[in-house]
C-alpha cells in the first residue's frame, strides 16, 4: 500500500481568510462568532435561541450569493486554489487522469432550492427554474472542470461525519495506487433552514458554545470551506515537496442508535478512533493529541468523554474542540479540524477549548488535559481527529507528525 502525506492546506472560515491568519487565531484563541445579519435571513423570531453564529465575512457572502446559486462551488474553487499554491503543485504537469477530488457537504444544494421556493411564493418560479439544476454534486464538478481533472470524483454527505469522510476517501484512492493526489475536504455555509433546523432540536446555545463545560447549552453554527492535498509518499518525495504530516489510518462505522443522538455509552465513539489506530498500527499510549467533536450538546459531549476515557485508559492526553471558535461547520467540519490538527502538530501547539470554566471532567480524568484560551506550545506526534454525525455516522482520523 502506498503512504498517504498531506502536502497543502487550504482553509476559509469565520477566524480566517487564510491559512496563516487561521492559523494564528487559532492558536490565540480567537472567536469567530458574530450577529447573523439581518439580510442574510431574519433572526429576531422569537423562537430563535440566538442571533449569532460563526459566519464569513459579510461582504464576501454577499459576494458568493450574487455569484454562485449553490455559494459553495466559488468558496471551494477558492480554497482549493490556496491549498493547490501551498502545496507547490503545478497543475499543468499533472496526469490528470491521477488526481481525484472528494466533497463533503450537508448544506449541499439548499441555496439554490431555497431561492427557487422564496420566487415561487412571490409567485416568479419560471424566472429561476435553472436554479433546481444546481445540485450538491455539482460543486465537485466545477472543482474538476476548473483544473481539467479526470480523476475520480466523490461528494459525499454523511452529515457532520462527511468532512473526515472526504479525507478517507482520498486516502483510501491513494493508499489503494488508484490516484496519485487527491483534492479533498468539505465545504458548507450554513442557511436559514439548516439554522431553523437546529434551532428546532434545541441544539443551538443561547449565547457562545461551551464544549465540555458543565453548564453547556449547544452549538454555534458556522461557515466554512477548507481542502488538503493529499498526496502518495512516492510522488511527494520525487518533486521533493514540504510535508505537513501521514495519515496513518481513517474509520468510518455507523452506530445505527439514533436519528440525531449518539450511543450514550460512547462505545462506537471508542471503536471508531480505535480502528483507525489499528489500521495505521499506532498504539494508543503514542496518542497526545485528539481534536473532539465537541460540539457542547449534553449528549454528544458526555459520550465522547467517555470513548476518550476508554481509549486512554489513564494514559495523558490532550483533548480540544475547536468548534469553540470555528463553530459546528457541518460537512466541513472535519476537514476544518483536521486542517487545525495538522497545522498545530506542525507549528508545535495544543489548539485551546474557549468559553470553557467549569469542565465536566471527573477526578480520575485528571490525564485528559483541555487546554482552555490559548494555544499550549507543546511539541506532538501523533493525533486523532474525531468526526459524529447524525444518523449514526462516526468516523476517526490519526495522523502522525512525517519522519
Not at 202 to 223: E, H, M, T, V, Y
Not at 282 to 309: Q, S
Request: charged residues 20%; glycine residues 8%; proline residues 3%.
Amino acid at each position: 500500500m502506498e503512504r498517504v502525506v498531506i502536502t497543502g492546506l487550504g482553509i476559509l472560515c469565520s477566524i480566517g481568510n487564510n491559512l496563516q491568519d487561521f492559523k494564528t487565531n487559532l492558536k490565540n484563541g480567537t472567536s469567530g462568532l458574530k450577529q447573523i445579519p439581518t439580510r442574510r435571513f431574519d433572526t429576531s423570531l422569537p423562537a430563535y435561541r440566538n442571533n449569532s453564529a460563526c459566519i464569513l465575512e459579510p461582504e464576501l457572502y454577499d459576494d458568493l450569493y450574487e455569484k454562485d446559486a449553490t455559494i459553495l462551488s466559488d468558496l471551494s474553487k477558492k480554497v482549493v486554489q490556496d491549498a493547490i499554491e501551498d502545496a507547490g503543485l503545478q497543475m499543468d504537469k499533472i496526469n490528470n487522469r491521477r488526481m481525484g477530488v472528494a466533497v463533503a457537504t450537508s448544506v449541499g444544494a439548499s441555496y439554490p432550492f431555497m431561492r427557487w421556493v422564496k420566487n415561487k411564493i412571490q409567485g416568479e418560479p419560471a424566472k429561476d427554474i435553472d436554479l433546481l439544476f444546481h445540485t450538491t454534486s455539482t460543486i465537485g464538478g466545477n472543482i474538476a472542470k476548473q483544473y481539467d481533472l479526470r480523476g475520480p470524483i466523490s461528494t459525499i454527505s454523511t452529515a457532520c461525519a462527511a468532512g473526515t469522510n472526504s479525507i478517507g476517501r482520498g486516502f483510501d484512492f491513494i493508499s489503494k495506487g488508484r490516484v496519485d493526489y487527491m483534492i479533498a475536504g468539505g465545504v458548507d455555509v450554513f442557511t436559514e433552514l439548516t439554522y431553523s433546523g437546529f434551532n428546532a432540536l434545541q441544539a443551538i446555545s443561547k449565547g457562545a458554545c461551551k464544549p465540555f463545560d458543565k453548564n453547556r447549552d449547544g452549538l454555534n453554527l458556522g461557515d466554512a470551506g477548507a481542502f488538503v492535498i493529499l498526496e502518495s509518499l512516492s510522488s511527494a518525495k520525487k518533486r521533493n515537496a514540504k510535508i505537513y504530516a501521514e495519515i496513518k489510518g481513517y474509520s468510518t462505522i455507523n452506530e445505527a442508535y439514533h436519528a440525531t443522538a449518539p450511543c450514550p455509552d460512547g462505545g462506537f465513539a471508542y471503536s471508531a478512533m480505535q480502528k483507525a489506530l489499528s489500521q495505521g498500527k499506532i498504539d494508543i499510549g503514542k496518542v497526545e493529541y485528539i481534536n473532539a467533536h465537541g460540539t457542547a450538546t449534553a449528549a454528544n459531549d458526555t459520550m465522547e468523554i467517555k470513548a476518550i476515557r476508554k481509549l486512554a485508559d489513564k494514559r495523558p492526553v490532550f483533548v480540544s474542540s475547536t468548534k469553540s471558535m470555528t463553530g459546528h461547520t457541518l460537512g466541513a467540519a472535519g476537514s476544518v479540524e483536521l486542517v487545525a490538527t495538522t497545522v498545530a502538530m506542525h507549528d508545535g501547539f495544543i489548539p485551546p477549548t474557549i468559553n470553557l470554566s467549569d469542565p465536566i471532567l471527573e477526578a480520575e480524568d485528571h490525564n485528559l488535559v483541555i487546554v482552555k484560551d490559548k494555544g499550549l506550545d507543546y511539541k506532538f506526534d501523533t493525533a486523532i481527529s474525531n468526526s459524529f454525525g447524525f444518523a449514526g455516522n462516526m468516523s476517526a482520523i490519526a495522523i502522525q507528525s512525517f519522519t
